[in-house]
């Protein structure tokens, strides 16, 4: 049997082989508990048993453009709140300051669609400048 041994409290594996049931059963501390990996033969550190089932856990690379993309999207989310009364049909203004508005509204949105490939810590983001 291919065999992972994890921390019930943390779910990270503790421990994995290959052997039959009575010797991975053998292995398990208090604590612990025993899973059968079926045909997986290879895991990483980023592997968690999460209820009864083998869980790949996203890299750090990846929870960091995670993290970026979140406040990112945080701050678009907020230009685009601050900005929302320019569509209201009361707000009284040109039709030619209304599309500057949408203009920019719109911009804000394909920002996060253009930039969340390639983003990291140092991406400079360059937003679009709120109408005049």
Partial sequence: MNYAIYDEDTSEILLSGSCDQSGAEAKVKEGQQLFDLGNVVEISS????????????????????????????????????????????????TDEKRIAWQVYRQELRDIVNDTLDGLTETTTIIWPSIPG
């Fill in 46 to 93: 980023l592997h968690r048993i999460i209820n009864g089932a083998l869980v790949l856990l996203p890299s750090a690379l990846d929870a960091e453009h995670l993290a970026l993309s979140r406040a990112l999207r945080l701050k678009r989310d907020g230009l685009l709140s601050a900005s929302d009364w320019t569509q209201f049909n009361d707000v009284v203004m």
